[in-house]
């Protein structure tokens, strides 16, 4: 089921990253290429297959993910990159994907104004909240303690009230006697 998620995100993100390719098989172009001169086109074509290929060098301007213009293309960014790191966390449980994180936040938050710096820490903060809080909720209940880990809430007995017992009631009643005029003070 793991396996079925990870090969259905994978697919997800490469369909969300060569969105914008498109490709098409037209015959007519080799006539067209020999009527305007087929030689100069193979340098060409060499060129474009060079270009096509990114490599670590590449810079990331190049790919189409990069060439944001509107929201539908900060969302795939933001889904791109989200999903990568996910990635990258699952495959490397080493601290160098929160470090990449942080150097991350703290470059993007770099062109920020204040008030918008400030909405990311909100977020930043809110983010940590959950996570503390899940975090509590699932050691307690594997552990079936408190989350100070004491041995958990105690149940309540049945609606038994200790009142006192009817012979301490009977007692006071009849202790009831005329002291007269016995000054006790």
Do not use: W
């Amino acid at each position: 089921m793991l396996k079925e998620a990870e090969v259905e995100a994978d697919l997800k993100n490469a369909s969300d990253l060569f969105a914008g390719i498109k490709v098409e098989d037209n015959a007519d172009d080799d006539d067209i290429d020999e009527l305007l001169g087929g030689e100069d086109d193979e340098e060409e074509e060499v060129k474009r297959e060079e270009k096509a290929k990114i490599t670590e060098e590449t810079p990331l301007t190049i790919h189409p993910l990069f060439r944001v213009k509107d929201k539908t293309g900060y969302e795939k960014l933001h889904k791109a990159l989200g999903n990568e790191m996910k990635r990258l966390d699952e495959e490397n449980h080493l601290a160098y994907v929160s470090s990449l994180a942080i150097d991350l936040i703290s470059t993007m938050c770099e062109p920020l104004n204040a008030e918008q710096t400030r909405k990311v820490i909100s977020t930043l903060n809110a983010q940590v909240t959950k996570k503390l809080k899940d975090e509590r909720k699932a050691r307690l209940s594997k552990t079936g303690g408190t989350s100070l880990g004491g041995a958990g809430k105690k149940k309540a007995k049945g609606n038994n009230l200790n009142l006192g017992g009817r012979d301490a009631i009977g007692d006071m009643l009849e202790d009831e006697q005329d002291y007269g005029d016995d000054d006790f003070m």
